[in-house]
């Protein structure tokens, strides 16, 4: 079983810098694309941003491009989240997941495409 634990959420006052990290452990496998998804109060989960494990491309919603970096590193089996200049609307519970299939640009930020999914961490932006 893979589990994948994220960690690094918390209260941020608009401006501000925040990274949050995913870890994966378990049984090991080979997964080709990492993603990261957020979900606020009252609206559906929703898509920030997906790194392709083997050959580092990187893809963002345009909501956070320019803002949020992903980055991985392999030997330690994480993925990385660095959100800057964090906005109240950024406010949400930010998910990692894993996918074993590598989906082109166009389906990388369907949720049904990812095949594990951690618990989350809560990001909290105040005004």
């Known amino acids: 079983q893979v589990q994948l634990v994220e960690s690094g959420g918390g209260l941020v006052q608009a401006g501000g810098s925040l990274r949050l990290s995913c870890a994966a452990s378990g049984r090991a496998f080979s997964w080709y694309i990492m993603g990261w998804f957020r979900q606020a109060p009252g609206k559906e989960r929703e898509f920030v941003a997906a790194?392709?494990?083997?050959?580092?491309?990187?893809y963002y919603a345009e909501s956070v491009k320019g803002r949020f970096t992903i980055s991985g590193d392999s030997a330690k089996n994480t993925v990385y989240l660095q959100m800057n200049s964090l906005k109240p609307e950024d406010t949400a519970e930010y998910y990692c997941?894993?996918?074993?299939?590598?989906?082109?640009?166009?389906?990388?930020?369907?949720?049904?495409?990812?095949?594990?999914w951690g618990q989350g961490t809560q990001v909290t932006v105040s005004s």
């Open positions: 997941a894993a996918s074993r299939s590598s989906w082109d640009y166009s389906q990388v930020s369907k949720n049904d495409n990812y095949d594990y």
């Open positions: 790194l392709w494990w083997s050959g580092g491309s990187k």
